[in-house]
Nanobody
Framework: QVVLVESGGGLVQAEASLRLSCAAS????????MGWFRQPPGKEREFVAA????????SYKDSVKGRFTISRDNAKNTMYLEMNNLKPEDTAVYYC??????????????????WGQGTQVTVSS
């Protein structure tokens, strides 16, 4: 059984930093893309960032480019999202996701097969 568990969320002030982690178990994702999505209050879940398992190919939502960095430690089967200069509009539940069979870092929710339960990030102004 595949399980993804996010951690690292919290309440911070604007311009602060947070580091989210996503630990995977049940299978290895070293050759599969993984990504981060978020769901702001009252809105649809949206893409944030993704990274391939091999080659380090990344993709980012435009509004987080230059502030967020996605990384992976395949030896630990873990993915991270370093978030700097946080803004109130980054407030959301953040979810990690993984693809079952493909390594392309897609920005589409439907391309991801496994999902975590989410971790809340709240940024106050």
């Amino acid at each position: 059984q595949v399980v993804l568990v996010e951690s690292g969320g919290g309440l911070v002030q604007a311009e602060a930093s947070l580091r989210l982690s996503c630990a995977a178990s049940g299978r290895t994702f070293s050759r599969n893309a993984m990504g981060w999505f978020r769901q702001p209050p009252g809105k649809e879940r949206e893409f944030v960032a993704a990274r391939s398992g091999t080659g380090g190919v990344t993709s980012y939502k435009d509004s987080v480019k230059g502030r967020f960095t996605i990384s992976r430690d395949n030896a630990k089967n873990t993915m991270y999202l370093e978030m700097n200069n946080l803004k109130p509009e980054d407030t959301a539940v953040y979810y990690c996701a993984a693809r079952r069979n493909y390594d392309f870092p897609s920005n589409k929710r439907a391309d991801y097969d496994y999902w975590g339960q989410g971790t809340q990030v709240t940024v106050s102004s």
